[in-house]
């Protein structure tokens, strides 16, 4: 049922003005929650990146925090027509002396010529010996072509595969090839045709025998199966591409430029965190006075700031890494380098975790990933706290609304009967001075 208003046409006053008026008295609360809930989600939105920015600083100091992350090592060969190299994360620095003898062959037999690809050869049974293991081959009559017999071979699973060579040759000019998929002598092959009848049984030939890459390192002889030789030298693997009886040398050592890119990449992600924390630090700034950002930068200062104990190298400044205004940090990249060529060890020391020893930049990377624990992380923490006031907050302006609109509905009702009754009383007041008053006698 709808509520008539007479919106002060009875009284002459701007019943609806006063209305509006009233009820946005009322809303004043709403209005101060809604407030609030904008400012929580600002909150919210300044966390979210400086947790983004955390993470991002958590993860450039989980690259250099081992020795093998740190590492950064290359590898220089001698003769990289011959061989080159590349250095894993436990590869040691070192120099070695190369010969490459043979590489890894894999084993190919070939069959006489067949004049077609629908020649015969045969129904029955081929079997094919891979390191010990047997696999028949099996031909049906009406399907056991050359061309069947290579499809069956390649869809057996044995180890090898077959192709079909073309000589250009009229007649006889047909051959199937069986090829090991592998390369060394584990991958060898015999194939046995005696269990095949009724066609011309394939003879095969072996025109590539199976071998092993040989090489000499320091004068010690390696085999491989492959031509790339993985554990001969502690992680270094070796990719053969050729022979030379001439000694090469093989050096692996420092990458000062990809380890100057890491440290510059961690010194980068540091600067951006705390720039973004100076910019918090305004006078409009979302998280001015904010105790968490306080406790962060508080935190990972103190860290980067502490001694650690042993060796000559015991400050970031002392690499080139210096603190500088705003809490930002300068790099040195000659400073570095220098500090590298001298103590690689040393230097290495303020950023790993090896052992019983726990460098700088591991100790800021496990201070890190506990500010950002997705269960009981700092973050996490804020992030719930801000929610549950959001949803406080919005609870209450539901309840609020319900008040506002119920207060609303009174006050209209009330204007309206006053109007009412203003009206009645005005309509009798003109029914009245419509009488005419006569006197008698």
Same mark, same amino acid.
């Given at each position: 049922?709808?509520?008539?208003?007479?919106?002060?046409?009875?009284?002459?006053?701007?019943?609806?003005?006063?209305?509006?008026?009233?009820?946005?008295?009322?809303?004043?609360?709403?209005?101060?929650?809604?407030?609030?809930?904008?400012?929580?989600?600002?909150?919210?939105?300044?966390?979210?990146?400086?947790?983004?920015?955390?993470?991002?600083?958590?993860?450039?100091?989980?690259?250099?925090?081992?020795?093998?992350?740190?590492?950064?090592?290359?590898?220089?060969?001698?003769?990289?027509?011959?061989?080159?190299?590349?250095?894993?994360?436990?590869?040691?620095?070192?120099?070695?002396?190369?010969?490459?003898?043979?590489?890894?062959?894999?084993?190919?037999?070939?069959?006489?010529?067949?004049?077609?690809?629908?020649?015969?050869?045969?129904?029955?049974?081929?079997?094919?010996?891979?390191?010990?293991?047997?696999?028949?081959?099996?031909?049906?009559?009406?399907?056991?072509?050359?061309?069947?017999?290579?499809?069956?071979?390649?869809?057996?699973?044995?180890?090898?595969?077959?192709?079909?060579?073309?000589?250009?040759?009229?007649?006889? &000019?047909?051959?199937?090839? !069986?090829?090991? =998929?592998? %390369? *060394? #002598? @584990? $991958?060898?092959?015999?194939?046995?045709?005696? +269990?095949?009848?009724?066609?011309?049984?394939?003879?095969?030939?072996?025109?590539?025998?199976?071998?092993?890459?040989?090489?000499?390192?320091?004068?010690?002889?390696?085999?491989?199966?492959?031509?790339?030789?993985? &554990?001969?030298?502690?992680? !270094?693997?070796? =990719?053969? %591409? *050729? #022979? @030379? $009886?001439?000694?090469?040398?093989?050096?692996? +050592?420092?990458?000062?430029?990809?380890?100057?890119?890491?440290?510059?990449?961690?010194?980068?992600?540091?600067?951006?965190?705390?720039?973004?924390?100076?910019?918090?630090?305004?006078?409009?700034?979302?998280?001015? &006075?904010?105790?968490?950002?306080?406790?962060?930068?508080?935190?990972?200062?103190?860290?980067?700031?502490?001694?650690?104990?042993? +060796?000559?190298?015991?400050?970031?400044?002392?690499?080139?890494?210096?603190?500088?205004?705003?809490?930002?940090?300068?790099?040195?990249?000659?400073?570095?380098?220098?500090?590298?060529?001298?103590?690689?060890?040393?230097?290495?020391?303020?950023?790993?975790?090896?052992?019983?020893?726990?460098?700088?930049?591991?100790?800021?990377?496990?201070?890190?990933?506990?500010?950002?624990?997705?269960?009981?992380?700092?973050?996490?923490?804020?992030?719930?706290?801000?929610?549950?006031?959001?949803?406080?907050?919005?609870?209450?302006?539901?309840?609020?609304?319900?008040?506002?609109?119920?207060?609303?509905?009174?006050?209209?009702?009330?204007?309206?009967?006053?109007?009412?009754?203003?009206?009645?009383?005005?309509?009798?007041?003109?029914?009245?001075?419509?009488?005419?008053?006569?006197?008698?006698?």
């Amino acid at each position: 049922m709808s509520t008539f208003s007479f919106g002060g046409l009875a009284s002459g006053m701007d019943t609806a003005s006063i209305v509006r008026q009233l009820v946005a008295l009322r809303r004043q609360p709403i209005m101060r929650l809604e407030s609030k809930i904008d400012v929580y989600k600002r909150t919210k939105s300044a966390y979210s990146d400086l947790e983004t920015k955390v993470k991002n600083l958590m993860s450039m100091a989980q690259d250099l925090d081992t020795p093998q992350e740190y590492s950064s090592l290359a590898v220089t060969s001698g003769n990289e027509g011959v061989l080159t190299a590349t250095a894993g994360y436990q590869a040691q620095q070192g120099s070695y002396d190369i010969i490459v003898n043979t590489l890894a062959e894999a084993q190919k037999d070939r069959t006489q010529g067949y004049d077609s690809l629908m020649a015969d050869v045969g129904t029955g049974t081929m079997t094919i010996l891979v390191n010990g293991n047997p696999t028949d081959i099996s031909l049906a009559a009406g399907a056991s072509s050359l061309a069947d017999l290579r499809f069956a071979i390649n869809e057996s699973g044995a180890g090898v595969t077959a192709t079909i060579l073309h000589d250009g040759s009229e007649t006889g &000019g047909y051959y199937l090839v !069986v090829s090991a =998929e592998q %390369t *060394g #002598t @584990d $991958a060898a092959f015999s194939i046995d045709t005696s +269990g095949l009848s009724g066609g011309t049984s394939p003879a095969f030939i072996t025109t590539q025998t199976a071998v092993n890459a040989s090489l000499e390192i320091d004068g010690l002889t390696v085999t491989s199966q492959t031509n790339s030789v993985a &554990g001969a030298i502690e992680g !270094v693997t070796l =990719e053969l %591409t *050729g #022979t @030379d $009886a001439t000694e090469f040398n093989l050096n692996v +050592g420092v990458d000062p430029e990809a380890l100057k890119e890491k440290v510059q990449s961690f010194v980068d992600a540091y600067n951006e965190l705390f720039s973004y924390v100076e910019l918090q630090r305004g006078e409009e700034a979302t998280l001015r &006075g904010d105790s968490n950002i306080r406790s962060i930068t508080s935190r990972i200062q103190r860290i980067m700031t502490t001694s650690l104990s042993g +060796g000559d190298i015991t400050m970031f400044a002392q690499v080139g890494v210096k603190q500088i205004e705003d809490g930002l940090l300068s790099f040195d990249e000659n400073v570095f380098t220098t500090a590298v060529a001298e103590d690689y060890t040393g230097v290495r020391n303020l950023f790993v975790s090896s052992g019983t020893h726990e460098g700088t930049v591991y100790l800021l990377g496990e201070a890190l990933d506990d500010m950002t624990d997705s269960i009981d992380g700092m973050f996490k923490f804020s992030q719930e706290a801000l929610d549950d006031r959001i949803e406080n907050a919005e609870d209450s302006i539901t309840r609020y609304e319900r008040i506002v609109s119920s207060y609303e509905a009174r006050i209209t009702a009330q204007f309206t009967a006053m109007e009412r009754l203003i009206a009645n009383i005005q309509n009798q007041g003109n029914a009245l001075s419509g009488f005419t008053y006569t006197q008698i006698g």
